[in-house]
């Protein structure tokens, strides 16, 4: 687990309770830590994926949004262990934007999952419920035609970006137009540089 959010360049950026709490550095973390000002969340985005099929795009959303300066959480430990779960919800309470990053296979542990047993299926309920702004990149991704419950239905309905590799810079500013600016419900304060 990762559990913090690095920036390289000074912090001029509006953040929200930044608490000192959520701070963390991971021993075992190989990616995600860019520099010497660690700050956690609350985060801008929420960056969910199925490790298997999209660990690299996401993390490459989540460094090119990061040099755009939003603070962007991404997990990059495997998910289950017990007491991570709730801090990955936690995150997504704290990230006004929820991008779910679909590639071909990455809903499949969801179908039939009507206990949310699956973890990312788990984490699309909680943006959900939380009416969290969510949007889906589409990785060249096709839908199965399958039995998903009513928040997989729902996020289908939502305007996505389709990912195009020949044109990134493109994509993440259509990507980064759809974001929601305000954080929902927090107070607005300036993180230290
Ligand atoms: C969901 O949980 C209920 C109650 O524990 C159980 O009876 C049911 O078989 C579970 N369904 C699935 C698909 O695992
Ligand atoms: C995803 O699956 C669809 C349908 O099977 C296929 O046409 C498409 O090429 C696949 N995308 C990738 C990136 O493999
Ligand atoms: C990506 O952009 C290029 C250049 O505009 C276009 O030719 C291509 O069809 C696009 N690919 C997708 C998957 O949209
Ligand atoms: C993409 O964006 C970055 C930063 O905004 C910029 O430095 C780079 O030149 C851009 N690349 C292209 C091909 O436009
Ligand atoms: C934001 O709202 C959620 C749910 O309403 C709540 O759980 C959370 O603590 C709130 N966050 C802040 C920073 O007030």
């Not at 969801?110 to 589409?138: Q, W």
């Amino acid at each position: 687990m990762k559990w913090a959010l690095a920036l390289s360049v000074p912090l001029i950026f509006l953040a929200i309770n930044a608490t000192s709490s959520t701070l963390g550095d991971s021993a075992t973390g190989t990616v995600g830590h860019f520099g010497e000002n660690i700050h956690a969340g609350p985060w801008k985005v929420f960056v969910s994926y199925r490790r298997a099929v999209s660990r690299h795009l996401a993390m490459l959303i989540r460094v090119l949004l990061q040099r755009e300066i939003v603070p962007t959480f991404i997990d990059v430990e495997d998910l289950g262990a017990g007491h991570w779960d709730e801090q990955l919800l936690e995150a997504i309470q704290e990230s006004p934007n929820f991008v779910i990053v679909l590639s071909n296979g990455t809903l499949d542990r969801a179908i039939g999952d009507s206990n949310y047993t699956d973890f990312l299926h788990k984490e699309i309920k909680a943006a959900v419920d939380s009416s969290r702004n969510i949007i889906p990149i589409f990785d060249e991704y096709t839908h199965p035609d399958a039995d998903f419950s009513p928040e997989i239905q729902e996020i289908m309905t939502y305007q996505g970006v389709e990912w195009n590799h020949s044109m990134v810079n493109a994509t993440v500013d259509r990507l980064i137009s759809y974001l929601r600016d305000t954080p929902i419900n927090s107070t607005v304060t300036k993180l230290d540089p």
